[in-house]
C-alpha cells in the first residue's frame, strides 16, 4: 500500500545541533501529523498540520505541511538528551480515514 | 487532553490461549479506534478499524477469526487474540480519533509475549 518516504532512516547528533527530517510521496495528503515514540511506547502526537503551507511550531519543534501537499518537514531547534527516539511521519490522502506513515526517522542526540 | 490507555502493558501466555487487549479513550468519545501491530525496528501496521456499533474492517492479509476486536462503547475497544501462536508474539497499539476530528491518539502499546 501507501507509504510516505521519510529521510533520514536515522541520525546522530550532539546536543545543541538543529535536526531536520522530512516526508515525502508520490500521492496528495490533506492532513500530516509528526509522531515520536520513546521505546516500549505508543507514538505521541508532536504537530498536525491540515493546509499547503502551514508552519506549525510546538516548543523547539517546528513543521511545515509541503505548499505541494506531498512532503512536509519537521525541524528540531537545540537539541537535548531527551530528545532521542523515533519520529514518524504520517498522514491522511483524500476521504480515508486511514493514517499512512513513514518508517521513521531515529534519532540519537550525544551528549 | 486526548488521553488513550491499554490494558494490559505486559501479557506473556502458552501457545494455544487466548489474549484480550482493551483500549480505552479517557477524556473523549471515539467514533472510531484503530489497531495497529509493530514489529521490532519497523513501523506500524494497521491490522483492523473499529467502529462503535459495527463490525471492524480488517486490513488484506490480517485474519479477522484470529484478531477479534469488539468496538462495544465510544470509549472502549477490545482486540482478542485467539489461539495465540509464538509468531503472534508483537507490540500491539491502539488509536483514536474524536468526533469530528481526524488526529490519532495512540495508547501506549501492549506487549505480547507468546511461549
Known amino acids: 500500500g501507501q507509504q510516505l518516504n521519510q529521510s533520514p532512516q536515522s541520525m546522530f547528533i550532539q546536543e545543541g545541533e538543529d535536526v531536520s527530517m522530512n516526508c515525502t510521496s508520490s500521492s496528495i495528503f490533506n492532513t500530516w501529523l509528526w509522531y515520536k515514540q520513546d521505546p516500549g511506547e505508543g507514538p505521541v502526537l508532536l504537530i498536525a498540520?491540515?493546509?499547503?503551507?502551514e508552519l506549525t511550531s510546538n516548543g523547539r519543534l517546528t513543521a511545515q505541511f509541503g505548499i505541494t501537499r506531498k512532503d512536509s518537514f519537521l525541524n528540531i531547534s537545540a537539541s537535548i538528551p531527551s530528545d532521542v527516539g523515533i519520529y514518524f511521519c504520517a498522514g491522511y490522502q483524500g476521504g480515508s480515514e486511514k493514517l499512512v506513515f513513514g518508517k521513521g526517522t531515529k534519532l540519537t542526540v550525544n551528549p | 487532553g486526548a488521553v488513550v490507555s491499554q490494558h494490559p502493558s505486559r501479557v506473556i501466555c502458552k501457545s494455544g490461549t487466548s489474549v484480550k487487549i482493551e483500549c480505552r479513550s479517557l477524556d473523549f468519545q471515539a467514533t472510531t479506534m484503530f489497531w495497529y501491530r509493530q514489529f521490532p525496528k519497523q513501523s506500524l501496521m494497521l491490522m483492523a478499524t473499529s467502529n462503535e456499533g459495527s463490525k471492524a474492517t480488517y486490513e488484506q492479509g490480517v485474519e479477522k477469526d484470529k484478531f477479534l476486536i469488539n468496538h462495544a462503547s465510544l470509549t472502549l475497544s477490545t482486540l482478542t487474540v485467539t489461539s495465540a501462536h509464538p509468531e503472534d508474539s508483537s507490540f500491539y497499539i491502539c488509536s483514536a480519533s474524536p468526533a469530528h476530528n481526524n488526529e490519532q491518539f495512540f495508547g501506549p502499546g501492549t506487549r505480547l509475549t507468546v511461549l
Open positions: 498540520l491540515y493546509k499547503a503551507g
